[in-house]
């Protein structure tokens, strides 16, 4: 079935520090991928998407790039903030028997310290 | 524009019992989804609604039930509460497929007893 894979945390950096944060993908088809964050006491937001192959998501100085050929999605921002401390996760979107569903890997938790 | 709204917040059950947590759509919402969130861990799908029907179930047993009504709100059935239901459920509603975004609340904290 399909699964997400993205790396342990928790991460801890500096402000302005770089920023990747990998996810790997198995999946039958052509799911679609994404990057949600969450928030302390939150409910899931989506931060960015990518349909296809080679697609690039970007939000918030976010971006991960659609790599069919290595079935990743890494996250990456160039210089990080205080206020993304949070939890991310990896997710794929796959449909089947009429119905939508997102596989989530086990998220990663930022900390930012300034 | 409302969001996804859960109830209650927080619930404390005891092994055995019976819980109902409900979920109010976003408007223009037709498509409800149920995800189980385990301490630690991402969310796993557990079914979606779709005009009042169950059209698609995770690896969830039956016990773990649910409804959409006409207005597209929907609630979450769990019957013989186990330890292991102990979890954070959420609710996301979509006007279709993943592709045009799902809308979180910020979920029901369960825990059994």
């Known amino acids: 079935g399909d699964s997400v894979t993205q790396m342990e945390g928790p991460v801890t950096l500096s402000e302005e520090a770089f920023l990747t944060i990998n996810c790997t993908y198995t999946a039958t088809g052509y799911p679609s991928l994404f990057w949600y964050v969450q928030y302390p006491g939150e409910g899931l937001q989506l931060l960015l998407k990518a349909t296809k192959a080679d697609d690039k998501g970007s939000n918030k100085g976010f971006e991960a790039t659609y790599r069919k050929e290595t079935t990743s999605f890494h996250l990456e921002k160039g210089s990080v903030q205080v206020s993304d401390s949070a939890v991310y996760f990896c997710?794929?979107?796959?449909?089947?028997?009429?119905?939508?569903?997102?596989?989530f890997g086990k998220g990663t938790k930022l900390s930012v310290i300034p | 524009e409302t969001g996804v709204t859960q109830s209650p917040t927080h619930l404390i059950k005891t092994r055995g019992q019976q819980v109902t947590l409900r979920c109010s759509s976003q408007?223009?919402?037709?498509?409800v989804s149920w995800y189980q969130q385990a301490l630690g861990q991402g969310p796993q799908f557990i079914f979606q609604y779709y005009r009042e029907e169950e059209n698609g179930r995770g690896n969830f047993p039956p016990r773990f039930s649910g409804l959409q009504f006409p207005n597209y709100s929907s609630e979450l059935n769990v019957n013989a509460l186990e330890l292991d239901d102990s979890a954070l459920y959420l609710c996301?509603?979509?006007?279709?497929?993943?592709?045009?975004?799902?809308?979180f609340g910020s979920g029901t904290r369960l825990t059994v007893v």
């Open positions: 996301a509603s979509s006007s279709g497929g993943y592709n045009y975004g799902y809308t």
């Open positions: 408007s223009g919402h037709n498509t």
């Open positions: 997710a794929l979107g796959s449909s089947g028997a009429g119905s939508y569903q997102l596989t």
